[in-house]
């Protein structure tokens, strides 16, 4: 099952924007969502995740106090609330589940086309 990350779009910096995960279909061991960025030229990287069940949140330390992830079980949605937007945040943002409680990228599956942000300086 694919993710489908939405919500991107180019911003200044400083500026808040909230990116969308919709996944539906979700085996019943599924233990988590997480988001994932690829800034241009470079790998892919954790940026946080929510449990679906008890709503635990993790984040990366580069957006920890500035990224907010958030669920809605009943819409089958996951936020990513940005605010302080960053140049350096500027990337491919994905969403991808994982049945492990763990932030390793190879861990998850489900990986969409993701949704670009794009920060201005």
């Known amino acids: 099952v694919q993710l489908q990350a939405s919500g991107g779009g180019l911003v200044q910096a400083g500026d808040s924007l909230r990116l969308s995960c919709a996944h539906s279909e979700l085996r019943l061991r599924t233990f988590a969502v997480g988001w994932f960025r690829q800034p241009p030229g470079k790998e892919r990287e954790f940026v946080g995740r929510?449990?679906?069940?008890?709503?635990?949140?993790s984040y990366a330390d580069s957006v920890k106090g500035r990224f907010t992830i958030s669920r809605d079980n009943a819409k089958n949605l996951v936020f990513l609330q940005m605010d302080s937007l960053r140049p350096e945040d500027t990337a491919v943002y994905y969403c991808?589940?994982?049945?492990?409680?763990?932030?390793?990228?190879?861990?998850?599956?489900?990986w969409g086309q993701g949704t670009l942000v794009t920060v201005s300086s």
């Open positions: 991808a589940t994982s049945d492990f409680n763990t932030v390793r990228t190879s861990m998850y599956s489900g």
């Open positions: 929510i449990t679906l069940s008890a709503g635990l949140t």
